[in-house]
Nanobody, 122 residues
């Protein structure tokens, strides 16, 4: 598993971004996928997770209703569609892969991408 996140950038509050995470390996569909974020001076926190098949997803309360996680196993890619962005969503966003199903803890994931910066201006 080799994860490469992209799609971050600078956006005004209320705007949208779509993050992508490509797995260049050949076992993508064997892993549940998650998105986490880390703001300066804060711990890495769970954002969203999706099951192996994409049939189930789970969200942190702070993003539920605004963010949508999805995956395309044919393209080895997981997405995070972020709408109605707020300044407090500003962080480095990381994708992660794990074999423990939908999980919310950092330690439940085995592989991590390099992160992509999302900055939301007020």
């Amino acid at each position: 598993v080799q994860l490469q996140a992209s799609g971050g950038g600078l956006v005004q509050a209320g705007g949208s971004l779509r993050l992508s995470c490509l797995d260049s390996g050949r076992t993508f569909s064997s892993y549940a996928m998650g998105w986490f974020r880390q703001a300066p001076g804060k711990e890495r926190e769970f954002v969203a997770a999706i099951s192996y098949s994409g049939g189930s997803a789970y969200y942190a309360g702070s993003v539920k209703g605004r963010f949508t996680i999805s995956r395309d196993n044919a393209k080895n890619t997981v997405y995070l569609q972020m709408n109605s962005l707020k300044p407090e969503d500003t962080a480095v966003y990381y994708c992660a892969a794990g074999r423990r199903g939908i999980a919310t803890a950092v330690n439940d994931y085995d592989y991590w991408g390099q992160g992509t910066q999302v900055t939301v201006s007020s």
